[in-house]
């Protein structure tokens, strides 16, 4: 009975939010457009012939840069942002009053928007194929359950770091300024314009206990076939969630405590 | 066209946002950091293009943090003047206060380009003044009267260029009415600024010289600030960013045309 309630709810919720990002095909597109950014990197380390100092082959680069877009197009969060808008302008005294956390809502919204996103990185995967047919691979389909998997959890990381900052909206209004701060760490040592195995050594060496490596370098390598530590990954990935979700629990219910509606 | 009105007005209008926007201290404090963590950032990555190479494109590790630092100067100027006003005017039609703009009787692109000041960016463009400086120590250039001049028109020729490519992107508002996520694909096209140009495939070479003349913003100026430049290629800046204002600005009038303001 509770299951069927909380299945029929999240079901509705992704329903709604599918229909309202169907709406605006063209918005989504573009955000797609926006993050060929790992093509430009790539296009700048075959040209100069900077793989080879890394050990990586022309063919193995591209499609870890292909594999970091994609990561990156199904990771995307920018749930401080809508939550920001939404508590200066009051709207979140509703949500409150509603008998469902209002994250589930805006986690909906993330998710219809990737189903939404889905067929335009497609689009864009095939231009990229058609220049660099020489890349074409197909994974197989126990290492893309996986890689699907670790791209959620990189989702999922994301998500509980941008809600952790979004609930300090309750106490200064501009939240957007310090996620606008962590996105920088975020994309610089993620792997999104350089594979982590090609930072200097003096980086790598604490690196890999920071999120940071797992968001998109860890998924980006598992789906490209590029060598990397599986089960530290998703070991990693799992504990940065376990330690986030507490954080996060605490700070939303402070937060509710120190909510003051619009006004008032 | 009375100078003085428009001067005096341009100085309320910075008058008034300074001061909404020192409203927000921590903000800039965040800021600051954001904008120093970003250029660390940008500078490790160019390390790691360096570290086994001794040229990227042609450019050495010293002459390409010249570009790094023109970059960083347009990016502080984007943050302090293009993007604060440009993204309003997406707010502006999209609520239908573009009337009140019109209505006004002082110029409808001086107001959305000017009305607007957010002090944070400041703080990036001294960044990368100091960053110039570091460099012409490094490179062992000899400042003169010339040379001041021809960096001087072509960084005046870039910040054209890019305000042109900004206003055009979100003139196109008066049609798609949402064009944030434009003006982010047009965020992530500039990112290729911050290397040299002949890192770049030819293709794409020829993409970014004559679709969005990213090549001519900083490379450009660099190449004058290293004496490596030849005149028709400062010249050919000259007339391009002319002709971007030119067309800029007719093509805010043509798509006032079909401004039909909020619900009609």
């Known amino acids: ?16 939010q599918y229909s309202n990002m169907l709406e605006y095909r063209v918005e989504i597109a573009l955000w797609a457009i926006s993050g060929i950014i790992p093509f430009f990197m790539l296009n700048i ?28 197009q199904f990771s995307v969060v920018w749930v401080v942002f809508s939550f920001e808008e939404d508590t200066l302008l009051g709207k979140v005294s509703p949500y409150l009053i509603q008998p469902l956390n209002p994250f589930f809502r805006y986690f909906a919204q993330h998710i219809a928007e990737q189903i939404t996103r889905f067929p335009f990185a497609f689009i864009i995967s095939i231009f990229f194929f058609i220049s660099n047919p ?13 890689s699907i998997i670790s791209t959620f959890l990189s989702f999922l990381i994301q998500f509980l770091i941008q809600s952790i900052v979004a609930c300090l909206c309750f106490w200064t209004e501009k939240a957007s300024s310090i996620e606008r701060l962590l ?82 | ?21 020192f409203e927000y201290k921590t903000n800039i404090l965040i800021d600051l950091i954001t904008a120093i963590l970003s250029l660390i950032g940008s500078i490790f990555l160019l390390s790691i293009f360096f570290t086994n190479n001794v040229r990227l494109g042609g450019w050495q590790f010293e002459e390409a943090l010249i570009i790094q630092a023109i970059y960083t100067i347009l990016n502080g100027i984007t943050n302090t003047w293009f993007n604060p006003n440009l993204t309003e005017i997406v707010k ?9 703009v019109l209505l006004k009787p002082i110029d409808s692109q001086f107001f959305i380009s000017f009305k607007k000041i957010n002090p944070s960016g400041f703080l990036e463009i001294i960044l990368g003044f100091c960053l110039l400086l570091f460099c012409i120590r490094i490179n062992q250039i000899n400042l ?39 003006t982010e694909v047009l965020r992530s096209f500039l990112y290729i600024g911050r290397f040299p140009l002949n890192s770049f495939s030819f293709t794409l070479r020829i993409f970014f010289s004559i679709f969005i003349p990213i090549a001519f913003i900083t490379t450009i100026p660099s190449e004058v600030f290293l004496g490596i430049s030849q005149f028709w290629k400062i010249f050919l800046e000259i007339i391009v960013a002319s002709v971007f204002l030119i067309t800029s600005r007719k093509f805010w009038l043509f798509a006032l045309k079909f401004y039909s303001s909020a619900s009609s």
């Open chain 2, 1 to 21: 066209m009375n100078q003085r009105k428009y001067l005096k007005v341009f100085t309320k209008f910075l008058h008034t946002s300074l001061a909404s926007e």
């Open chain 2, 92 to 100: 502006h039609i999209r609520e239908g206060t573009l009337d009140f």
């Open chain 1, 1 to 16: 009975m509770i299951s069927n309630l909380i299945n029929r709810k999240i079901f509705t919720l992704l329903k709604v």
């Open chain 1, 183 to 264: 996105f920088i760490p975020t994309l610089f040592l993620s792997g999104l314009l350089a594979p982590v195995a090609s930072f200097p050594g003096y980086v790598k060496s604490w690196i890999y206990l920071t999120p940071f490596p797992y968001l998109i370098d860890f998924p980006a390598n598992l789906l490209s076939g590029n060598p990397t530590n599986i089960g530290r990954g998703f070991s990693m990935q799992i504990l940065w969630i376990l330690l986030l979700f507490p954080v996060f629990r605490k700070i939303w219910s402070a937060g509710t405590r120190k909510y003051t509606a619009m006004g008032s």
């Open chain 1, 45 to 72: 380390w075959t040209n100069n012939n900077l793989n080879q100092s890394i050990n990586i082959s022309n063919i193995m680069l591209s499609r870890y840069f292909l594999c970091a877009f994609f990561v990156r």
């Open chain 2, 144 to 182: 003169n009267l010339s040379f001041l001049t021809l960096s001087l028109i072509t960084i005046i020729c870039s910040i054209c260029i890019l305000y042109s490519l900004w206003f055009f992107i979100s003139t196109t508002t008066i049609w798609f009415v949402k064009t944030w996520n434009a």
């Open chain 1, 134 to 146: 020489e890349s074409i691979w197909i994974p197989n389909l126990g290492i893309l359950f996986l």
